[in-house]
Antibody
Framework: EVQLVESGGGLVQPGGSLRLSCAASGFTFSNYWMHWVRQAPGEGLAWVSQ????????NYAASVKGRFTISRDNAKNTLYLQMNGLRAEDTAVYYC??????WGQGTLVTVSS | QAGLTQPPSVSKGLRQTATLTCTGN????????AAWLQQHQGHPPKLLSY???NRPSGVSERFSASRSGNTASLTITGLQPEDEADYYC???????????FGGGTKLTVL
């Protein structure tokens, strides 16, 4: 059974940093593109970033480019999202997804003073 | 960044057919096709279809997707109460080098 489990969310002040993790199991993690997608409270889905199988290609939404960094450790079957310079508008549930096919339950990030 | 356009809401009766639309442009839907996701309140999204009409294993045949030019469509036949959910379209935008999502359509089954 495919499982994606996000962690690392929480309350952070504006300008602060957080590192999200997504632990994958039940499939060959190193064979899949991985994504981060977020959903602000009461809002729709918004794509954040993706990374290819080997970690050599990354893409970002314009709203996070230069502040967020996606990475992966295929030996640990884990996806990461380093978030710096956080803003109130980054408040959302952050989901990791493999090829947009399988999704985690999400982790809530709240940016507030 | 520019996204895809979906109607905010659609209402249909039980056992009827609903067609949800998603409009993009030549850089996304017309170029790459669209994916459709279903999200029930309080749950993560579920992929229903990708690259226009490829259904992942386990997705009901009542869900079918298509594309005509810049517009993608999701047709749901024989509507059931459990189909009441938010539906999102998504596509890779080759100009933005980013995935774009529609704002979502809330489907109500009457």
């Amino acid at each position: 059974e495919v499982q994606l489990v996000e962690s690392g969310g929480g309350l952070v002040q504006p300008g602060g940093s957080l590192r999200l993790s997504c632990a994958a199991s039940g499939f060959t993690f190193s064979n899949y593109w991985m994504h981060w997608v977020r959903q602000a409270p009461g809002e729709g889905l918004a794509w954040v970033s993706q990374i290819n199988e080997g970690g050599t290609t990354t893409n970002y939404a314009a709203s996070v480019k230069g502040r967020f960094t996606i990475s992966r450790d295929n030996a640990k079957n884990t996806l990461y999202l380093q978030m710096n310079g956080l803003r109130a508008e980054d408040t959302a549930v952050y989901y990791c997804a493999s090829n947009l096919l399988d999704w985690g339950q999400g982790t809530l990030v709240t940016v507030s003073s | 960044q520019a996204g895809l356009t979906q109607p905010p809401s659609v209402s249909k009766g039980l056992r009827q057919t609903a067609t949800l639309t998603c409009t993009g442009n030549s850089n996304n839907i017309d170029n790459q096709g669209a994916a459709w996701l279903q999200q029930h309140q309080g749950h993560p999204p579920k992929l229903l279809s990708y690259r226009n009409n490829n259904r992942p294993s386990g997705v009901s045949e009542r869900f079918s997707a298509s594309r005509s030019g810049n517009t993608a469509s999701l047709t749901i036949t024989g509507l059931q109460p459990e189909d009441e959910a938010d539906y999102y379209c998504s596509a890779w935008d080759s100009s933005l080098r980013a995935w774009v999502f529609g704002g979502g359509t809330k489907l109500t089954v009457l």
